[in-house]
């Protein structure tokens, strides 16, 4: 079966986020944009998790009329990079909430918690919980995993070939990404980082997965390519058409054109 998703959101819980990301909104606005499944996000937030584990579950899935939540959540690691990370159960949750507890200030302050780790040491927290993890907005200035690393692999150490996705964002599509020779096997995903649940916000960008079934397994195959289920469609902006489709300094936040950027690495390459 055809399953649209939105992989990516933030609840009431996070910083800058409207109010209305309840649940009940959340299901209502996801079913008007055919999204079958979408994320809960910040499911390290305590009082998120005990507002979603009131829902009805169903193969690790929690339902509300016609919409299935799968857990998730994004971090933010010591060099300001975020991770997407989606998460089979509230056991596995609280297993990784524990595994972060101690690097982070506080868990229940934002539902994006900032933890002073580095991807390699969040990437063993999250899969030793049965965890699937990737960078989340890859392509973002400031927090994409491109502005400060050069590479995935450089990026997770030798946890990179267990990371099965990389979140294109605003600022990419999969024609961009599909130009990376290191990420030819990886899943594309398209999600909407939406703060607010409203029609321009919420499933602005999603994608449409052929999967098995409803539950956290067929998610899992459909992202990993297995049992012949996959990924069929990434729905996201035409990416220059984004605030962050420019190269842009991660200390001052000057925006630099790609003229500019050329200019300058070429000026650094002769002096070196």
């Not at 962050?244 to 630099?256: E, G, V």
């Not at 003229?259 to 070429?266: D, F, K, L, Q, S």
Request: glycine fraction near 6%.
């Amino acid at each position: 079966m055809k399953v649209n998703l939105d992989l990516h959101i933030h609840s009431k819980y996070s910083a800058a986020t409207s109010k209305k990301m309840d649940l009940a909104t959340i299901a209502k606005e996801a079913a008007k944009k055919g999204i079958r499944i979408v994320a809960t996000g910040d499911c390290l937030h305590p009082r998120w998790m005990e507002e979603v584990k009131e829902l009805p579950e169903r193969d690790g899935l929690f339902w509300l009329g016609e919409t299935a939540f799968v857990l998730t959540c994004e971090v933010e690691d010591s060099s300001r990079v975020h991770h997407l990370i989606i998460v089979p159960d509230p056991t596995k949750a609280s297993e990784m909430a524990k595994g972060f507890g101690g690097r982070a200030t506080s868990l229940d302050a934002d539902g994006r918690p900032t933890l002073r780790m580095t991807p390699p040491e969040i990437a063993d927290i999250a899969l030793e919980a049965d965890c699937l993890i990737g960078p989340a907005h890859a392509f973002t200035p400031w927090t994409g995993m491109y502005a400060h690393h050069p590479s995935l692999a450089e990026c997770y150490k030798d946890r990179a070939d267990q990371i099965p996705y990389v979140e294109l964002g605003l600022s990419a599509d999969s024609d961009y990404a599909d130009r990376i020779s290191e990420l030819e096997r990886r899943t594309f995903l398209s999600n909407s980082d939406a703060h607010s649940p409203w029609p321009n916000k919420l499933g602005r960008e999603f994608n449409q997965m052929e999967m098995k079934d409803l539950s956290f397994e067929g998610l899992r195959d459909a992202i990993l390519r297995q049992d012949g289920c996959h990924p069929s469609l990434n729905v996201g902006f035409y990416p220059d058409e984004g605030k962050y489709n420019r190269t842009a300094c991660t200390r001052c936040y000057r925006f630099y054109s790609h003229e500019e950027m050329r200019e300058r690495r070429e000026g650094a390459n002769a002096v070196v």
